[in-house]
């Protein structure tokens, strides 16, 4: 089969010359249509390089980035990204962003059928009380739910989240995973998860790949499959023997890419010039009367004639 996304000895990098800094290395990435994969990786890794990349924000230096066997040129509504900042309009209520999606979406359909498909999945991720509020009257989960909204309406066939709940409380991030990962479980759309949370990454997915960080960019490791039925209980899970051994081989192939990436400096200490203070002699507190620091550089050899009797 087919795979849905296909990235096949990605590199990127940014900047010129001596200030070019390479981001991604050799990439090679297959997801299937359906899959719920997760990416975990430290900040600064180029997690968020790579989404675009797959969003067709952004193009790949070397390589090539594939869907449906087709280059991706650019962005495009069969990919729906949601990003970690809400990216909502302020002076819009919640129908009105989720329906400013379906409006450009779905032009054919009937002024009817388009509040209906908006009403549809704003009652999905539980915002209809809310339906009529500002982003500013809202928590910032609920404003990620309107953000989830939006792109689910769009009927994506793949949702990029590009850690969506990274500045959530860890209550609400609980609370939204679980969700999201139900929505999943319901629809089947394929997902790509961003993330730097091993716990959030052994939740919610089914294949968890580690980007690891290089001197020379980030790759990808080797996929950890998380073979555990769902739905998933988060309570049950984390007493998981299995889950926990998941945990451990995650965290320490994170570890040991992260120390092998660390730059070694060799550096050679001088001590200072300087010769310690004589505390014998009597100390002038005068500006003008205080001598000068004495050096090692000012020191003369001098040769002393001892008689022995």
Known sequence: MR??????GVS???????????VLRDI???????DFVSIIGYSGTGKSTLINLIAG????DTGSAMMDGAPITGPGPERGIVFQNYSLLPWLTVTENVRLAVDQIFPSLSEKERAEHASKYIDMVKLTPASAKLPRELSGGMRQRVSVARTLAANPRILLLDEPLSALDALTRATLQDEIAEIWQANRTTVIWITNDPDEALLVADRVIPLLPGREGATLGSEIPVAIERPRDRRELLRSPDF??????LVDTL???KKDSTPLVTKKLAAPDILPEDLGKKRSFSLFDRPAPR????????ELKIEVS
């Open 244 to 249: 926990k051994d998941l945990k451990l081989q």
């Open 12 to 22: 990127k990098g940014f900047g010129r010359g001596f200030s070019r800094s390479e």
């Open 295 to 302: 050096r090692r550089s000012q020191l003369q050899r001098e």
């Open 57 to 60: 924000l952004q193009k790949p």
């Open 255 to 257: 570890l040991g890419a």
């Open 28 to 34: 090679n990435l297959s997801v299937q249509e359906g």
């Open 3 to 8: 795979p849905i996304v296909e990235l096949s």
